[in-house]
Nanobody, 128 residues
Framework: QVQLVESGGGSVQAGGSLRLSCATS????????VGWFRQAAGEEREGLAS???????TYLNSMKGRLTISEDNAKSTVYLQMNDLKPEDTATYYC??????????????????????WGQGTQVTVPS
């Protein structure tokens, strides 16, 4: 059984940084793609970044340059480092996974419709 648990959200001033964590269990270490998504109130879910089992990252443009996705295989945890946060980054952030060896940009553009496993989300608030 695959489980994903996000943590690390909170309230941070504009210009600040946060590192979100996605603790995974049940995924094959050599066969998975893990992605990060966010959804603001009243908005559609948006793909941000993903990383495959080989450690190759994929980013979409919305926060590109301010995000770094990484994975610690020993801890089965995927991280999303977010820098220079802005009020428009306020949202619930989710990690998701799919049983594939590679990640593709279209999976993020499709708002995660291909992803099978989802965490419960962690709230990030950047006051204006």
């Amino acid at each position: 059984q695959v489980q994903l648990v996000e943590s690390g959200g909170g309230s941070v001033q504009a210009g600040g940084s946060l590192r979100l964590s996605c603790a995974t269990s049940g995924l094959r270490s050599d066969w998975h793609c893990v992605g990060w998504f966010r959804q603001a109130a009243g908005e559609e879910r948006e793909g941000l970044a993903s990383i495959d089992s080989g450690g190759a990252p994929t980013y979409l443009n919305s926060m590109k340059g301010r995000l770094t996705i990484s994975e610690d295989n020993a801890k089965s945890t995927v991280y999303l480092q977010m820098n220079d946060l802005k009020p428009e980054d306020t949202a619930t952030y989710y990690c998701a996974a799919i049983d594939r060896s590679l990640c593709y940009g279209f999976q993020l553009k499709n708002r995660g419709s291909e992803f099978v496993y989802w965490g419960q989300g962690t709230q990030v608030t950047v006051p204006s």
